[in-house]
């Protein structure tokens, strides 16, 4: 019995190939994002620790290090928001990759159902071809007796 042989079949293998690489690059901007998101709140947390401390402090030790504060904050608010601009960027490709990465997917399922349908014909082939070959031997010995 001859194999079945699809001609798409290195379509469907690389499409495979490409679903994964574009699944292992929404995961790496995940991964980006979510070390973004922590390096933000650290940002904030220490802005908020730094006028925290500032707001405990007695007002004569506070007036001697308010410009300090002030400045360490804004510097601290300007990292954020570089980090903000750098976090929108990340989530549009994060978005545009997810979305390359539905139409693979969609192409990926699209080419196995074509390779399913494909083996079903092959397989209803060989079952008639199968079916012709007995259907002649019993005819050949029928006719020999």
Do not use: C
């Not at 929108?88 to 539905?102: I, S």
């Not at 399922?109 to 019993?138: G, Y």
């Amino acid at each position: 019995m001859k194999r079945f042989t699809w001609p798409l079949q290195r379509l469907l293998d690389v499409t495979r190939q490409r679903e994964s690489a574009a699944r292992a690059a929404v995961i790496a901007l995940a991964q980006a994002i979510a070390v973004g998101r922590g390096k933000m709140a650290a940002l904030y947390s220490r802005r908020r620790d730094l006028l925290d401390e500032l707001s405990r402090d007695d007002i004569a030790r506070r007036v001697a290090r308010q410009d300090f504060v002030m400045a360490s904050a804004d510097q601290l608010t300007s990292q954020s928001r570089a980090l903000e601009t750098e976090l929108a960027g990340l989530a549009a490709r994060r978005k545009a990759k997810t979305a390359e990465l539905m139409q693979i997917r969609a192409r990926r399922r699209l080419l196995e159902k074509l390779r399913e349908q494909a083996h079903a014909q092959w397989q209803q082939e060989q079952n008639r071809q199968e079916q012709r070959h007995l259907d002649e031997t019993a005819s050949i010995a029928f006719t020999r007796k």
